[in-house]
C-alpha cells in the first residue's frame, strides 16, 4: 500500500468515518480488509473492545505522513456531487426534481 | 461502513478458509456492498449469520461423499449385493437436470476409491417410470441409494419417496439418503417413516432455532426489514421459511434471499453475495 493510501486508511480508522473516501480513491474491499490486517501486524492498529482503533505508534505514523499527504485546500477535501448537478436555470423557473431520481 | 466491520467480515473469512475459495473476492464485496446498505443493528445480524453460514464448493464434494459413504455400517454393506442409485427430485422435475443427478454422476467416478464397497454392483436409474415398475424387484441384498446435495424443509425427499412406495417391492428399509447436507426438518421426517440417512451436516434454522424470546422478535423483525431491499422477494426467509445459511454447488432457495437475491438501494441494484443466477 503506498503512502497515500495508508495515510487515508489510518485518517479513516481515526475518525472511525466511513469507508467511502478508501473506494473512492480505488482502494476495493478486499484491499482494505487485507490493509487494515497489515496495519494490525505492524503494530499500527488494535482491535480493542470490538473497535479498530489506532494505537500510539499509530497516531504517530498518521501524524508524520498527514504533514505531506492532508489536503488543506477544500477544493481537494471537499468533492463536488457532480452527479447532483443540473444545467443552470433561469430565476423565475421553478424546479421540480423527479421523485425517483432523489438518492437521499 | 466503517473499518471495524469490515475486519469482523474479514476475520470470519479468514478463519471458514472461505479466503482459499474461487471467487471469494467477489463474495467478500458483495457482501461489504450490502453492509454498507444496512443500519448498524441489520448489519450486525447479517454478520452473525455470516459467521453460522456454510460455504461448500464443487471441489469439495468428493471428499465429503466418500467421507459420507463410508459412513455407512459395514454390517449394513456386507449384506448388500447390488445398490441401485436415484437422484431426489420430484416427480415433475423429472427430466430437469437437478443437484440429485450431479451426485449421481459424481459417484460413477468416486466408486473405484471406495473400499468398503468392492463386491457390490452400482446401478443407475433417473425415470420414475423405471423404478416404479414392477419389472424393478428389490430384495434383501438390493438398497437404493437416494441422492442429493441438500435436503431442505423436506417437501423434496418426501415427494421422491411417496413416489418410489408406488411400486409395493420398496419398503423403507430398502432406501438409504445420501446428502452431503440436510436441514434439521428434513431428518425429522426420516426418523418418523423409519428411513436412513447419511449426511455430513445437518443445520438448523438460522434465525428461530438460534434466538430465544425477545431477543428472536427482535433479529424477525431486523430480517424483515433487511428483507424490504429485496425487489420483488417471494420467498421470505427462504423457501417454506426453511431460515437455511448455506451454499453449495449453487445457493438452495431455502437460504434467506438477503443472501441469493440482488438487493436494491436508491436506484442502484447490488449483486447478491452467493447469487443464484
Redesign the interface.
Known sequence: MNENNLYL?LD??SR????KILTRNGI???E???Q??NAISEGLVI?SD???VLTDKGVEVLKHLALKYKKTNKDEWIERHLKSQIRKIDKNSIFLPRQ??L?F | ????T??K??TIFNDKKWTDKDGN?SV??NF??LLSNLSENQGQLIIDLVERYTWITLSEYQARLINILDSIEQEKLDKLKKITLFPIMKPEDEGKTKSGHTILYMLRAIKPLLTKYKGIEFAEIESYEKITSDHFKVNDTDSIFLLDDYLGSGETIEATIIELFKNRNIKPIHLNIISIAAQFESTEFLNSIGVAYYTNLITRKGITDYYVSPALEEKIQIMEEIEKLIPANHFSFGYNQSEALITLMRTPDNTFPIFWKEHKK??EIYEAPFSRY
Open positions: 486508511l479513516v480508522i472511525n468515518g466511513s469507508v476495493d474491499f478486499n482494505i480488509a487485507i487494515t490486517n482491535n470490538k473497535r479498530i425517483n431520481e438518492t | 461502513m466503517d473499518i471495524t469490515i475486519t467480515l474479514y473476492k467478500f464485496t461489504c456492498n436508491g436506484n
